[in-house]
């Protein structure tokens, strides 16, 4: 019989170096002094309260009720007790409404993704409806949209009585990502419209609001001929608003979510912005959730070290805890590095949309935040998976025992490659980024601006190798941009060179100030081991890959 100390957690933002570092070489000593006894109190229950409960609700799932005792059709989901706690917690700290109270201008949204960073491990994905509520906010705000004075204080209320989640219904069974196929049709009614259609994946179901693709009758096909309305799941009575849920889905991971088929047959709805171009106008909704998708990439990231760190001293094996054996500790050292450079690559994006909300970003930051946006969402995703299949190795079996709720690590990682964009996706988003003559020049602004903060001659090498990698990848695009299918093929290898290389010179921008501040290695220590990996570089750079790419993906055994 396996016997073992499972890892515990302390005060997750006690424990966490690194986040207090930022914190405090990012926000000004006023904006810190006010916000550190909440964000203590964040971690203490993350590592508490809001961890056992996460651990203790794994396996709950939300039910789907399709007719009441009596045979009326009802389409209610009844969620776990643990969601609707959640759910009270988030709306109480202020989970979306800081950023929108403005109380700290710019720094806003540091302030509540650094909440949120802490939140999110504990929360069974309860980020989810919370990411589209302040996506749903945003954009009604943006747009000054018919709505806003309904809808908007009800998404961003502190008060778990009044406060509203929004969903996100954009995915069809005729495409994913490819929203320009979305088949929902939308039928003038009076001043309002009537939604006909099907959406084959929308998530937190039971929220109280949603915003959604639809085509105008009459509208072109394509894109274009898309619009964005608002709409309401249930009327004063509690009657479902010309919608049946046909299903819950079934998932690999985030049991917890309710995700749902849906048919919308009749749906009231509200034009938002405008009878046309709805996929530019949900451009404020895809900044928002995509920042929170690499937040919670890089939180999930903290957690899994945090576990296998406590469980490497619990462990004996071979007559010595895992802490003291020189392989275990070259493994922790090298998920800690990555971990570090996502996590400043989250963030720097965070900064960003911050001020660029505040009205403080300047051209160039606007520019290079349409970039960073896609960049730091694909990195922090691809690496929160790689990332978690590396901690479950180091718990042994264990990490492979549901009750040990170590491989939901694992399972919910997956799904934030996918959400707002797949990887492919975004590194074409990337490409359409760097297609605006000045976002590279902004870009490289950008890199050269952190490579002259480190100016150690210890961090030389790594700032080095980064604007090196750098300018081979920016060279190889300028000369494939105006070719025929190269640029498309290896845009995934393009955009994770530049997200490696940017992140690199965000750790010697770290690193410097830990040296400065108190002579601190562990920056360097990361800059030198990440310097040596930019093997992305080899594929970018070999010659006809795209011929080769079409030879392989249609070859046959």
Same mark, same amino acid.
């Given at each position: 019989?396996?016997l073992?100390d499972?890892?515990?957690?302390?005060?997750?933002?006690a424990d966490? !170096?690194l986040l207090?570092e930022y914190?405090e070489?990012?926000?000004s000593?006023d904006?810190l002094r006010?916000?550190v006894?909440?964000?203590?109190?964040?971690?203490e229950?993350?590592g508490?309260e809001?961890?056992?409960l996460s651990?203790?609700?794994?396996n709950?799932r939300?039910?789907l009720?399709s007719f009441?005792?009596?045979? *009326?059709r009802v389409?209610?989901i009844?969620?776990?007790d643990a969601w609707e706690?959640?759910?009270? %917690?988030?709306a109480?700290?202020?989970?979306v409404?800081?950023p929108y109270e403005r109380?700290? =201008?710019a720094?806003?949204r540091?302030?509540?993704?650094?909440?949120?960073?802490?939140?999110a491990?504990?929360s069974?994905f309860y980020t989810?409806p919370?990411a589209?509520?302040d996506?749903?906010?945003r954009?009604?705000?943006?747009?000054r949209?018919?709505m806003?004075e309904?809808?908007?204080p009800?998404?961003?209320?502190?008060d778990?009585?009044l406060?509203?989640?929004s969903?996100?219904?954009?995915t $069809?069974r005729s495409g994913?990502?490819?929203?320009?196929?979305?088949e #929902? +049709?939308a @039928?003038?009614?009076?001043d309002?419209?009537r939604l006909?259609?099907? &959406?084959?994946?929308?998530?937190?179901t039971?929220? $109280?609001m949603?915003?959604?693709l639809a085509r105008?009758?009459g509208?072109p096909? =394509?894109?274009r001929g898309?619009?964005?309305f608002y709409l309401?799941?249930?009327?004063?009575s509690?009657?479902l608003?010309g919608? *049946?849920?046909? *299903?819950?889905k079934e998932?690999?991971?985030?049991?917890?979510l309710?995700?749902a088929?849906?048919?919308?047959?009749? +749906?009231r709805?509200?034009?938002?912005?405008?009878?046309d171009?709805?996929?530019r106008a949900?451009?404020?909704?895809?900044?928002t959730t995509?920042?929170?998708?690499?937040?919670?990439?890089v939180?999930?990231? *903290?957690?899994?070290?945090?576990?296998a760190?406590d469980?490497?001293?619990r462990?004996?094996? %071979?007559g010595?805890?895992l802490?003291?054996?020189?392989?275990?500790l070259?493994?922790?050292?090298?998920?800690?590095?990555e971990f570090?450079?996502? %996590?400043l690559?989250?963030?720097?994006s965070?900064e960003l949309l911050g001020r660029?909300?505040?009205g403080?970003?300047?051209? =160039?930051e606007?520019r290079?935040?349409?970039?960073?946006?896609?960049?730091?969402?694909l990195s922090?995703?691809?690496?929160a998976?790689?990332?978690?299949s590396?901690?479950?190795?180091?718990?042994?079996g264990?990490g492979?025992?549901e009750?040990t709720g170590?491989p939901?690590?694992?399972?919910?990682?997956?799904?934030?490659?996918?959400?707002e964009?797949?990887t492919?996706v975004?590194?074409?988003?990337v490409?359409r980024?760097?297609?605006?003559d000045?976002?590279?020049?902004? %870009?490289v602004?950008e890199?050269?601006?952190?490579a002259?903060a480190?100016?150690?001659?210890?961090?030389?090498?790594?700032?080095d190798?980064?604007l090196n990698?750098?300018a081979?990848?920016?060279?190889?695009y300028e000369?494939? @941009?105006?070719g #025929? =299918?190269?640029?498309?093929?290896?845009?995934r290898s393009l955009?994770?060179?530049l997200a490696?290389?940017?992140a690199?010179?965000l750790?010697?921008?770290?690193?410097e100030w830990l040296? &400065?501040r108190?002579?601190?290695?562990?920056?360097?220590a990361?800059? !030198?081991r990440l310097a040596l990996?930019f093997?992305?570089l080899?594929?970018?750079e070999q010659p006809?890959?795209y011929?080769?790419? +079409?030879?392989l993906?249609?070859a046959?055994c």
């Open positions: 019989m396996f073992q499972p890892p515990r957690l302390g005060n997750q933002f966490d !170096c207090r914190l070489r990012t926000l000593a904006v006010e916000i006894p909440e964000l203590s109190d964040m971690g229950r993350a508490g809001l961890y056992e651990l203790s609700s794994r709950a939300p039910e009720v009441d005792p009596w045979g *009326r389409d209610r009844r969620v776990p706690r959640l759910a009270r %917690f988030s109480e700290r202020g989970l409404a800081i109380r700290h =201008g720094a806003s540091v302030h509540q993704f650094a909440l949120v960073y802490l939140f491990p504990s069974l989810c919370l589209m509520t996506g749903a906010a954009t009604l705000s943006a747009h949209a018919p806003l309904r809808a908007v009800r998404l961003v209320n502190r778990p009585a406060a509203w989640t969903g996100q219904w954009m $069809e994913g990502s490819d929203v320009s196929a979305t #929902t +049709v @039928r003038r009614e009076g309002g419209f006909h259609g099907a &959406k084959w994946f929308t998530s937190a039971t929220s $109280e949603a915003l959604t105008p009758e509208n096909s =394509g894109a898309l619009a964005l309401e799941l249930r009327d004063a509690g009657a608003n919608i *049946r849920i046909e *299903r819950l998932k690999l991971g985030t049991w917890a309710p995700t088929e849906l048919t919308l047959d009749g +749906v709805a509200e034009l938002v912005a405008g009878l171009n709805g996929v949900i451009v404020p909704m895809l900044q995509r920042t929170w998708n690499a937040v919670i990439a939180s999930s990231m *903290r957690r899994g070290i945090a576990l760190r469980y490497a001293e462990r004996r094996a %071979f010595a805890p802490a003291e054996k020189p392989l275990h070259e493994t922790l050292a090298r998920l800690e590095a570090e450079s996502q %996590f690559l989250a963030f720097r965070v660029l909300e505040a403080e970003a300047t051209e =160039g606007e290079l935040l349409r970039l960073l946006q896609p960049l730091a969402k922090t995703a691809k690496a998976v790689a990332h978690a590396e901690v479950l190795e180091l718990f042994g264990a492979y025992v009750d170590l939901g690590l694992l399972r919910d990682a997956q799904v934030l490659t996918i959400w964009g797949t492919n975004l590194s074409l988003d490409e980024a760097l297609a605006d000045e976002t590279l020049p902004a %870009f602004d890199l050269e601006r952190l002259s480190a100016r150690s001659s210890a961090l030389r090498p790594a700032c190798t980064a990698a750098a081979r990848a920016v060279a190889w000369r494939a @941009r105006n #025929t =299918g190269e640029l498309e093929a290896r845009a955009s994770l060179v490696k290389a940017y690199l010179l750790v010697c921008e770290h690193a040296l &400065k108190s002579g601190d290695g562990r920056g360097l990361v800059a !030198c990996d093997s992305e080899d594929v970018l006809t890959y011929a080769r790419a +079409v030879a993906a249609g046959k």
